[in-house]
């Protein structure tokens, strides 16, 4: 094999020196790729073409053959530097797959199932701005007359921000709900938070409980964005925010609670900074931009309102989100 | 009995030496010219953390035969700090980023066979072996 690649070189160089054609140096070009694939060193490509020249220029001064050694010195870190460069290239691919196992397994332990409510259409939409996700949606409802709805964003992005989410998921599975109400919810949440997650790590949530039995929507926030209300009867939104710290500050937090009562046509958009501070190439989209998008849908069904607002800001963001994005629309049917 | 020969290493300098000697025992044992340079650019590393990081230690070189198996080895070995976590030390991008050259992933590119042994506070002996093919 080595005699035979040194061979072809010989035969390639004998007729590039005779002609020095393009169509020579073509065929040089597409050898060098044989030789890549032959793993071949730069150092031994050097050794390659001393041989050979000692084949077809036969005579050359003993200076000359000197030079290709003094060559060959010079190319044995480009050659470490080009190995060491493969290497790496391989054990970034390994990590992708690695990442995208992982991405599939957040995937799974992320699914919420929106909860059948009487007179209530829930829709949302999640994106990741990258691989994975620091936002976290959760459902829960007894699919009779009561749902409830939180919206986290770990601040960071990427991998440590999923590990803490899926702790934000498991503390959510055990919480009593709705005997515990939105503010104890994050106040229970809160002392997970904080017991596992080291300091430089901040999560915020928006909590909210929607009961059937007198249409009332009651809610409590960790430091998250203003949830928006709709008042179809006034034609305008409201902003619903409470008082409450950043989830794993400290652990005696308090929560405070509001409630509203949704008439027909209201609805309640829960989101997080992914929306509001949606970044386009002219800066921060206008608040006002927003909430026209929101209202040119708000005949539609929740899902599809969700969709659209998604789709809009992804849009004027040329399809790159700056930031994971998730919205939740629960209409008053 | 294997030929063994060694050059101490104190300054800068004494590099070239132990090239110098780690070229001509390639020689001698029948390397190319390419494999020559691979086992001198091992030693310039070698003996480079040497004197970097030990201050002072020696480069040893051996000619094996084994069983009519030709090779060479190249014994580093310092009463340095000690190697603290050899595992990142052998991982690739760790060295080169810093700026310290080829490093240990080079240095067991361009030989056969790797060796580290390496005692906190006590030193350190690398020993690495390259066969005539």
């Known amino acids: ?333 | 009995m294997a030929y063994r020969s060694s050059v101490d290493i104190h300054t800068e300098w004494d590099i070239v030496a132990a090239r110098q000697l780690g070229r001509n025992e390639a020689k001698k044992v029948g390397f190319g010219t390419v494999d020559q340079a691979r086992i001198t650019t091992a030693i310039s590393e070698l003996a480079r953390n040497i004197y970097l990081y030990a201050g002072a230690g020696k480069i040893e070189i051996e000619r094996l035969n084994e069983g009519g198996l030709f090779g060479i080895a190249i014994i580093a070995s310092d009463e340095g700090p000690g190697i603290p976590d050899v595992r990142k030390v052998m991982e690739d991008g760790y060295s080169t980023s810093g700026g310290l050259g080829a490093g240990m992933p080079g240095v067991k590119r361009l030989m056969d066979d790797f060796r580290v042994d390496t005692e906190r506070g006590k030193g350190t002996k690398i020993t690495a072996i390259k066969w005539l093919r």
């Open chain 1, 1 to 333: 094999m080595p005699q035979q690649t040194e061979n072809e070189y010989k035969e390639i160089l004998r007729q590039y020196l005779e002609d020095q054609s393009e169509q020579n140096l073509y065929m040089g070009e597409a050898f060098s790729r044989k030789l890549i694939e032959r793993d071949i060193s730069p150092e031994e490509v050097i050794s390659i073409h001393k041989s050979a020249l000692k084949d077809v220029l036969p005579g050359l001064p003993s200076k000359v053959w000197h030079s290709f050694d003094f060559l060959i010195e010079m190319m044995i870190r480009y050659g470490l530097a080009l190995k060491e460069h493969q290497s790496l290239v391989k054990r970034q691919e390994e990590m992708q797959l690695e990442m995208e196992v992982a991405a599939k397994v957040q995937e799974t332990l992320l699914k919420t199932k929106i909860p059948a409510v009487e007179g209530m259409d829930v829709g949302y939409v999640t994106v990741p701005s990258r691989i994975m996700s620091g936002d976290y949606i959760y459902f829960v409802g007894n699919d009779k007359d009561e749902a409830g709805v939180a919206v986290a964003d770990v601040m960071g992005k990427g991998i440590p921000a999923a590990l803490c989410m899926s702790m934000v998921k498991f503390g959510m599975d055990s919480v009593r709900h709705s005997a515990e109400g939105p503010s104890g919810v994050l106040s229970v949440i809160n002392r997970i938070v904080e017991k596992s997650v080291n300091d430089s790590m901040f999560v915020t949530m928006m909590y909210g409980l929607y009961d059937a039995k007198n249409s009332t929507f009651s809610y409590a926030s960790a430091g998250h964005e203003p949830a928006l209300h709709y008042r179809a009867s006034e034609n305008r939104f409201v902003e619903l925010d409470a008082k409450g710290l950043l989830l794993g500050v400290s652990q005696d937090a308090r929560y405070e609670e509001g409630a509203i009562v949704l008439e027909r046509g209201d609805f309640v958009a829960i989101m997080t900074d992914g929306v509001t501070e949606a970044r386009t190439p002219e800066g921060f989209v206008e608040k006002e931009t927003i909430l026209e998008i929101i209202s040119s849908v708000k005949d539609r069904p929740a899902q599809e309102m969700a969709e659209h607002v998604f789709a809009e800001l992804d849009r004027m963001q040329g399809f790159r989100l700056q930031d994971d994005f998730s919205l939740v629309i629960l209409k008053k049917e």
